[in-house]
T-cell receptor
Framework: NAGVMQNPRHLVRRRGQEARLRCSPMKGHSHVYWYRQLPEEGLKFMVYLQKENIIDESGMPKERFSAEFPKEGPSILRIQQVVRGDSAAYFC?????????????FGQGTRLTVV | QQQVKQSPQSLIVQKGGISIINCAYENTAFDYFPWYQQFPGKGPALLIAIRPDVSEKKEGRFTISFNKSAKQFSLHIMDSQPGDSATYFCAAYTGGGNKLTFGTGTQLKVEL
């Protein structure tokens, strides 16, 4: 949905580099969810954040991955020392409140390719 | 227990036909069941959703059928059109939780 802005749309990184993915939620939304979609697979939950807080990071790999949602600015998903297996589409969704999936929208995703 | 199983993986339907996609779940705490439509290069978009207190919900050509005892729900697309060609995901959510759990997706192709 055009209301949730993700950038960049496409990102190419060499193995070992860092990838930073940005997500600006819809106006009025203070909850952000990050999902990863591997080819031919569904979307897998990674992390759920509110402003300045990580609420649930149970789907996030323990190493190399981190996420933040500062008081000002977009939410950032950061992948350090990328490997080929990190190649995927990363989507964020935003909602006005916790569990507000009926009012949630997804962005168009960032397609990360690790070469 | 958090899984949502979806079938078929792919589906080809003739224009004007009925497309049927099925999902099954184990976690009886799930209380919200949406379907998402995703076109290539786009993010998933909410299509229709149902809560377990009803057995069917219809919006235009799209209908969700819900069988609580069997823990199954399905999406029916009536009078399927080429513009419906997309990937469809079922999902489920627990009101006390945070995340939406997705099925693996069905690639629908509607042929002329």
């Amino acid at each position: 949905n055009a209301g949730v802005m993700q950038n960049p749309r496409h990102l190419v990184r060499r193995r070992g580099q860092e990838a930073r993915l940005r997500c600006s939620p819809m106006k009025g939304h203070s909850h952000v969810y990050w999902y990863r979609q591997l080819p031919e697979e569904g979307l897998k939950f990674m992390v759920y954040l509110q402003k300045e807080n990580i609420i649930d990071e149970s789907g996030m790999p323990k190493e190399r991955f981190s996420a933040e949602f500062p008081k000002e600015g977009p939410s950032i998903l950061r992948i350090q020392q990328v490997v080929r297996g990190d190649s995927a589409a990363y989507f964020c969704a935003s909602s006005p409140g916790q569990g507000g999936w009926a009012e949630a929208f997804f962005g168009q995703g960032t397609r990360l390719t690790v070469v | 227990q958090q899984q949502v199983k979806q079938s078929p993986q792919s589906l080809i339907v003739q224009k004007g036909g009925i497309s049927i996609i099925n999902c099954a779940y184990e976690n009886t705490a799930f209380d919200y069941f949406p379907w998402y439509q995703q076109f290539p290069g786009k993010g998933p978009a909410l299509l229709i959703a149902i809560r377990p207190d009803v057995s069917e919900k219809k919006e235009g050509r799209f209908t969700i059928s819900f069988n609580k005892s069997a823990k199954q729900f399905s999406l029916h697309i009536m009078d399927s059109q080429p513009g419906d060609s997309a990937t469809y995901f079922c999902a489920a959510y627990t009101g006390g939780g945070n995340k939406l759990t997705f099925g693996t997706g069905t690639q629908l192709k509607v042929e002329l």
